[in-house]
Structures are given as C-alpha cells and as structure tokens.
T-cell receptor, first 113, second 117 residues
Framework: GENVEQHPSTLSVQEGDSAVIKCTYS??????FPWYKQELGKRPQLIIDIRSNVGEKKDQRIAVTLNKTAKHFSLHITETQPEDSAVYFCAAAYTGGGNKLTFGTGTQLKVEL | GAVVSQHPSRVICKSGTSVKIECRSL??????MFWYRQFPKKSLMLMATSNEGSKATYEQGVEKDKFLINHASLTLSTLTVTSAHPEDSSFYIC?????????????FGPGTRLTVT
C-alpha cells in the first residue's frame, strides 16, 4: 500500500519568514495530493491540493509543488503569520484505490513573533 | 455546504463498556464514509471505509468485531467501540464523500474524543 513520509516533524520560523514542508510517497499510482491544517482538537482543514497533471499550484501565501518523477511534493508558506501555527499533514490518494487518503506523519509549525 | 457532524464530541466511558459514535452529513448524501483514529501528536490512521448499504472494509490490523461500523443511510454512519479499553482512548474522526462530488473530495467531521477509564 501507499506510504507517505513527511519532514520535518517540527518547524519553527520567525513571523514573515517562509516555511517549507516536504513529503514523499511510494505508490506511483497516486494522483491526488492534499495538504491539511489541523489545530489542536479540531478537524483537519484542506488548505490546498494538487493533482498529478500539474506541477505547481498557488493560492495567495500558500503553494504546493509536485515532482512525479521523484515522487515528492512540498508545501510552501510565505510571509508566515502567528495564525499559521498548527500541525500540517500531507496526504496521497489515487483513483480506484478506494479513494482512500494516506496521511503523512505531520509537521508542527510554530511561527514566532 | 458539505457539512459533516459527529456526536458526541467527547465521551468518557468505563472499561468494558461499548460506545457509539455518529457521523452525519448534514447537507449532502454521503455514499462513502471513512473512519480515522488519531492518537495524541500522531497522524490520522484510516480504520475503515463504509459504503451505504454494504459492509465496511477494514484496514489491515483493525479488528472488525471490536470496531463495528454501520452505514445504514446516505446521511449517517456509526462507529461502535465494543468492550472499550484504555488503549482505545483516542480522537476518532469521520469523513464523508458525496455522490455528486469528485472522487477525491472528503469532508471531515469535528471528531470525537473518547476516553476509556
């Protein structure tokens, strides 16, 4: 089955700096890669996703890049703000795989003033 | 749109008892629902996938007789933790996929915090 690895496990940045979180996946059939933000005790919230037919997608301060050949994808947050502090999860899924999401291990992002 | 609720939000039960958690899609019909378990500071682990009107498909290592899943209608799925033990204490989250949505869209419920004493 699919295996998703995520790094780093914790990330501390100064407000205004950029943050980058990286994930790798094992199943070349995966073709959908969402990123979720989860605050303590809350549900995961989809912040951006990318499908395998594109290499990059951007939404304001958030961007995701995908390298299908290397089987890795990354989340980029620019101009970080304290409210960006949360746990971020990457995930992977593929058509026909029961639509199941396989999650990465998570990254605790802390944005310091 | 695409709101998913869970009930209860928190539950405390004694060891050996059973607990039922409900997952409802409030404004859409959910043909598929997923149940996840999340231990503190850990990732979401898929437990099972349930399709309306059919038996749930459990992930490897998940005991189907301990975690009973019923998806009796297009808006409701239930997870029953039978003979709960302290090691079952966790955050249980459901998600739902609608019949009219794209294959990869899932909408998450707010989660249920289970504590077994």
């Amino acid at each position: 089955g699919e295996n998703v690895e995520q790094h780093p496990s914790t990330l501390s940045v100064q407000e205004g700096d950029s943050a980058v979180i990286k994930c790798t996946y094992s199943d070349s059939a995966s073709n959908y890669f969402p990123w979720y933000k989860q605050e303590l005790g809350k549900r995961p919230q989809l912040i951006i996703d990318i499908r395998s037919n594109v290499g990059e997608k951007k939404d304001q301060r958030i961007a995701v890049t995908l390298n299908k050949t290397a089987k890795h994808f990354s989340l980029h947050i620019t101009e970080t703000q304290p409210e960006d502090s949360a746990v971020y999860f990457c995930a992977a899924a593929y058509t026909g795989g029961g639509n199941k999401l396989t999650f990465g291990t998570g990254t605790q992002l802390k944005v310091e003033l | 749109g695409a709101v998913v609720s869970q009930h209860p939000s928190r539950v405390i039960c004694k060891s050996g008892t059973s607990v039922k958690i409900e997952c409802r899609s409030l404004d859409f019909q959910a043909t598929t629902m997923f149940w996840y378990r999340q231990f503190p500071k850990k990732s979401l682990m898929l437990m099972a996938t349930s399709n309306e009107g059919s038996k749930a498909t459990y992930e490897q290592g998940v005991e189907k007789d301990k975690f009973l899943i019923n998806h009796a209608s297009l808006t409701l799925s239930t997870l029953t933790v039978t003979s709960a033990h302290p090691e079952d204490s966790s955050f249980y989250i459901c998600s739902a996929r609608g019949s009219g949505g794209v294959w990869y869209e899932q909408y998450f419920g707010p989660g249920t915090r289970l504590t077994v004493t």
